[in-house]
């Protein structure tokens, strides 16, 4: 009964120090310079998460949407009779389209320069419509690889350091199909003439090269009919895991993204966390200030802590006077921050433009790329609170420890 009486009590007086009435400036202004602490670590947190979210995806977009998500071949890296898995495999989950895939190391050589690449052949009656590569070249260029025309198609960066244009024959090298000669073991090469450039703002504009599947297949003296794999596209590449367990017959082994990107995106995800945990650090700063502030409070407030415990007031409601201080500048803080960062996550490139900066550029648009994920948005916040919460116990507790006597002895 008595706590049921006092809890009103406690949370008036509460405000009341906290600022939030009653004309003590000094409580205000305490109180008002840990809110903004709070506000400003929130704030800063969500805007560097959405960015580096935006980053994170745009990279797992424009990567991979050129490298396989997933090739399904046997343990010699051929596959003969690949017609009859094709539809096995595109019923599996996550699965959206499957289509023959002729893939090996090479290099290509244009006006006197030499790169090293990796070959795709490609069939482009089965390369899906929503794939990006076939998006980003504004048309569609993948029909110009037919079988027995020997044409390439290369990627900006590599077309430029080749010092090549649309027109222009490369000479491909391929190892795979190379074959022994009186002079020695000599690579199987042919010249190829380029079709059309792709873009799509990663680094795989100068390792990736497209020719037609048979070309391909020639080029590396493959039996008839014989690949070197079935691509998967996935709706979500990261969801490669449990393919191994799904193939539709024994013998076939799956090799997937991560052998090839892997690391980079292990890195990107380490990086993230340092980040986050760096920003977390700024919210523990801002609450020690609410910590540090109580404390302040709590030496400032000792004569009226001591009446109020005269008066009959109990430990626990003491203790929820300072709590209540403590946990409403964590909550204006947290609620501030949080509307801050998704405004300029929100509208960053617009401010950056009209302060005419440009940060970032990259193929098919300009500026920052930004993910607010509401999940994360919704874990900073509480987050916040609850950082906030755990700083006012110590100096709540020991605004429950003044005895009236000594507080009042010389007042």
């Known amino acids: 009964m008595k706590s049921t009486i006092f809890q009103p009590v406690s949370l008036a007086i509460g405000l009341r120090y906290a600022g939030a009435r009653g004309d003590n400036r000094f409580a205000s202004f305490i109180s008002l310079f840990s809110t903004f602490g709070i506000a400003i670590g929130v704030m800063a947190l969500i805007l560097v998460s959405s960015v580096m979210n935006g980053f994170e995806g745009q990279l797992k977009n424009r990567i991979l949407g050129v490298v396989p998500h997933a090739i399904v071949s046997d343990s010699n890296g051929r596959l003969a009779e690949w017609q009859a898995l094709q539809a096995p495999l595109a019923q599996l989950p996550h699965v959206q389209a499957v289509a023959p895939l002729v893939r090996a190391e090479a290099m290509v050589q244009g006006r006197g320069q030499l790169a090293a690449v990796i070959l795709q052949g490609v069939d482009p009656a089965s390369y899906p419509a929503h794939d990006l590569l076939r998006n980003s ?19 900006v960066s590599l077309a430029r350091k080749l010092d090549v244009l649309p027109g222009d024959q490369v000479r491909i090298l391929a190892s795979e199909g190379s074959r022994y000669t009186p002079m020695g073991r000599t690579p199987s090469q042919r010249l ?53 367990q799904q193939l539709p017959q024994q013998g076939l082994q799956v090799t997937d993204w991560r052998q090839e990107r892997g690391e980079l995106f292990r890195a990107v995800a380490m990086e993230k966390h340092i980040m986050a945990l760096m920003l977390v650090l700024i919210i523990m700063v801002a609450a020690f200030n609410i910590l540090s502030a109580l404390v302040m409070v709590v030496l400032d407030k000792q004569g009226e802590v001591a009446i109020l415990r005269t008066m009959g007031m109990q430990d626990s409601a003491i203790l929820r006077i300072f709590m209540v201080q403590g946990a409403w500048s964590g909550f204006w803080g947290a609620l501030f921050g949080t509307l801050l960062g998704l405004g300029l996550a929100w509208f960053i490139n617009p401010l950056l433009q009209l302060m005419g900066l440009n940060l970032y550029m990259a193929a098919g648009g300009i500026g920052i790329p930004v993910s607010v994920a509401p999940l994360q948005i919704v874990t900073i916040t509480l987050g916040a609170l609850a950082i906030s919460f755990m700083a006012t116990l110590y100096p709540a507790y020991r605004a429950a420890q003044i005895r009236p006597a000594e507080a009042l002895r010389y007042e």
């Open 137 to 155: 070249m504004g048309e569609d260029r993948l029909g110009t690889l037919r079988a027995g025309e020997f044409k390439v198609i290369l990627g």
């Open 192 to 244: 190829f003439t380029v079709s059309g450039t792709f873009e799509v703002g990663a680094d795989v504009d100068d390792q990736v090269v497209f020719v037609n599947l048979e070309d391909a297949r020639r080029l590396m003296r493959y039996p008839a009919g014989t690949i070197s794999g079935l691509r998967l596209w996935l709706d979500d590449a990261f969801a490669v895991d449990g393919l191994t």
